[in-house]
């Protein structure tokens, strides 16, 4: 297939996965309000160390089976083969994700002691490490509908999901008045049901099988991705686990706003994630799959920073419009958060050469550099600069991880990517949230910066010839 095919196809899933987390963001931001008036910053700030405690627990009990299973699933070429990929990743997720729910649940009360020093929380425990076990099975089944590029059939899932949540989450909140219990059950009730529906739905497909020897090749691959995921965890999550005990759950608090509020980056790179793997890998010839990873790369870059720069400059009306004023300060750890991601955007495209080639056995020593950036970054930071610290070092880490990542791929799968134009848009776009930031202005400055990022982009030679023809030729097309 041509390069603007294969851009076009990963285009077209990417937007149709977006829409379900356009809505998802959306519904997420609004229930901000609510989240920021019928909870205390503690409250809110125990949710999200949770949220960071079974999202790490999430990756060790899935012992990279969820990497090795795409990568397994276009390798086998025959149905039944394929098949089989398919029950052994079930049944091996469901084997582990019961077993971590089982240790929860007696576990609770000392892990509410641990996490918080009180054992009042033990009910919220119990709760999240339920909505640990049904996430982790509905992420292996749904799975399903991506290495069959079936998109529009996972956002339907996705969907029906968002609204039973966020139903659940309105009514346990604020019409039974549970707190932060009440969000935590309201979070995972949805992801339950689908999964049920879906258990109905796939019930051929999800025979009682099992081999041993399939099962051990794919940990083969996916077990020394454990340790990279963990590293990247605590560059992703460790920050809120810092603040809750070197500044308190209140900055905690403070923090998720602005993390919520740079959500859209998450939005942006949940969807380029979710289509990304499937079609990174059904490019069988190496000479094509490197011609699209290069262009994948800039034009990705490109279009994280736009949206970051946009979220950098925006971030004081937007946290004024969607939370409480005591949350205002949360603007300041947006638009740092928001570039962090650019970087991780990066990261990702670069990693998939990693496994393509099968040598992921040392993706560790970059994610654990990152993470060591990021604890020491941390400890240095918060007690000074609170949430601020936080996001400064997670800045520094993604940055650490981008640049380790682009040096060990190249080594490993090289790919001749188009390294000026992906740091001239990246820098291009620090360059506009920096001038907004020191300049002022007001709201209309700062919409005006964010609308001129593509057009900076060309006295700095961004363009290449035919990209210039191509916007020249939609610019007329808008004239006429």
């Not at 940990?219 to 340790?227: A, K, S, T």
């Not at 947006?334 to 099968?358: E, K, Q």
């Not at 190249?410 to 506009?432: C, N, S």
């Amino acid at each position: 297939m041509a390069l603007a095919g294969q851009l076009k196809r990963l285009g077209k899933h990417s937007a149709i996965y977006g829409l379900g987390g356009l809505v998802s963001r959306i519904l997420a931001v609004l229930l901000l309000p609510l989240y920021t008036h019928y909870l205390s910053k503690s409250d809110y700030g125990q949710i999200e160390t949770l949220v960071a405690l079974t999202t790490a627990l999430a990756i060790v009990l899935r012992f990279g089976i969820s990497s090795a299973f795409f990568r397994f699933y276009f390798d086998a070429d025959e149905p039944a083969r394929r098949r089989l990929v398919l029950r052994t990743s079930f049944w091996f997720t469901m084997t582990t994700a019961t077993a971590g729910l089982v240790a929860g649940v007696l576990l609770a009360a000392p892990v509410s002691h641990a996490l918080f020093g009180t054992g009042s929380a033990t009910g919220i425990v119990r709760a999240s490490f339920v909505g640990l076990w049904a996430q982790m099975n509905y992420e292996q089944l749904t799975a399903l509908f991506r290495v069959e590029e079936r998109s529009a059939a996972f956002v339907l899932a996705s969907l029906v999901n968002i609204f039973v949540t966020v139903g659940a989450t309105v009514l346990l909140v604020v019409v039974l008045d549970k707190g932060a219990l009440g969000v935590v059950v309201g979070n995972f009730v949805g992801t339950l049901a689908v999964y049920l529906a879906l258990l109905g739905y796939r019930r051929e497909q999800l025979g009682l099988q099992m081999s041993r020897s399939l099962l051990r090749d794919m940990n083969r691959f996916g077990m020394p991705l454990v340790p990279s995921a963990l590293l990247l965890w605590v560059t992703n999550f460790s920050d809120r686990i810092f603040l809750v005990k070197l500044a308190g759950p209140d900055e905690v608090g403070l923090y998720s706003v602005g993390v919520r509020i740079a959500s859209a980056m998450v939005l942006l790179l949940t969807a380029f994630r979710t289509a990304w793997p499937a079609f990174a890998y059904s490019i069988r010839g190496d000479d094509e799959a490197k011609l699209t990873y290069r262009w994948v790369l800039t034009y990705l870059v490109v279009l994280t920073t736009w949206v970051a720069t946009a979220l950098a400059l925006l971030s004081p009306w937007l946290v004024g419009w969607l939370a409480a004023p005591k949350f205002a300060e949360s603007s300041r750890v947006v638009g740092p958060l928001a570039f962090a991601a650019v970087a991780f955007a990066g990261y990702i495209v670069l990693s998939i050469g990693i496994g393509r080639a099968r040598r992921t056995q040392f993706n560790w020593v970059i994610t654990g550099a990152a993470a060591a950036v990021n604890v020491g970054l941390n400890l240095a930071l918060i007690p000074p600069y609170g949430m601020m610290g936080a996001a400064v070092a997670t800045v520094a880490a993604y940055a650490v991880m981008f640049a380790g990542m682009a040096w060990w791929a190249q080594r490993v799968y090289p790919v001749p990517y188009q390294w000026r134009r992906v740091l001239t848009a990246a820098l291009a776009g620090v360059a506009l949230a920096a001038a907004g930031k020191i300049g002022g202005g007001g709201l209309p400055v700062a919409l005006a910066l964010a609308l001129a990022y593509p057009l900076v982009l060309v006295p700095l030679g961004f363009y290449v010839p035919a990209e210039r023809r191509a916007i020249g030729a939609g610019l007329r097309r808008l004239a006429r």
